[in-house]
């Protein structure tokens, strides 16, 4: 048995995944505030560029409630940021949307099966953190803006799903690939799991089940 697995089963670890996970999901916002900014100016009209601008809005709350957080448990928010930079600038660099639909597909699948991932992890946290973190993930205005906007899409022109699809499956594998390299560098996130004898099979079938169904709401093909 390794140090790091007894540490995570006596509990010693607990602190430091904590720490982990936040200074993980204080990231995300901040690049999700960037990033929806900057769809909210691909947007056709003006209406849908000041929703877009609300939720970016609320990003930067998130990001601010996260990193509060993290400074009253003794630790620095650009500290705890820092080891996910590379993983997360990389994910999005690589899937840079082309258009409007992109856009909102990649904030629909991607940030789907994120906020699927934190909720199963943030789900063997104690309160208060455990609290912290469900509560800032995407609220359902998120999705169901982007899934009626897709919806209305396909309907207008289906071919338009077909080339959508395409994406959302590139978005999936990089998005994996990226939570691999992160699995990696910052063990303690898999170990907290595993110390809680969380089902790692289970999980992923949980996470591939709602994906499915998401993908399927909107009209993409898995």
């Known amino acids: 048995m390794s140090d790091l697995t007894s540490a995570v089963r006596a509990g010693d670890l607990d602190s430091s995944a904590v720490l982990d996970l936040l200074g993980m999901l204080a990231y995300g916002e ?3 505030f960037d990033r929806m900014a900057a769809d909210a100016r691909l947007a056709p009209d003006l209406r849908r560029r000041a929703v877009l601008s609300e939720m970016a809005a609320r990003e930067i709350s998130n990001y601010r409630r996260l990193a509060d957080r993290l400074v009253e448990l003794g630790a620095d928010p650009e500290g705890a940021m820092a080891p996910y930079v590379r993983a997360v600038s990389d994910y999005h660099e690589q899937t840079e949307p082309n258009d409007w639909l992109e856009g909102l597909t ?7 099966i994120a906020d699927d991932f934190t909720r199963e992890v943030a789900l063997v946290l104690a309160a208060p953190d455990r609290d912290l973190i469900l509560d800032v993930l995407h609220d359902s205005r998120h999705a169901d803006f982007a899934a009626d906007e897709l ?6 022109d289906p071919k338009v799903a077909n080339r959508l699809s395409m994406w959302a499956r590139r978005l999936v594998g990089e998005a994996i690939s990226q939570s691999l390299r992160v699995a990696g560098e910052r063990p303690s996130l898999g170990l907290l799991l595993a110390g809680q004898g969380t089902d ?5 079938k949980r996470l591939t089940t709602a994906h499915t169904a998401r993908m399927g709401a909107v009209g993409l093909n898995n």
Do not use: W
């Not at 919806?151 to 207008?156: E, H, N, P, S």
């Open 200 to 204: 790692f099979q289970a999980l992923i």
């Open 30 to 32: 901040l690049v999700a």
């Open 151 to 156: 919806r209305a899409a396909i309907a207008v």
């Open 106 to 112: 990649k904030a629909y699948v991607g940030d789907g």
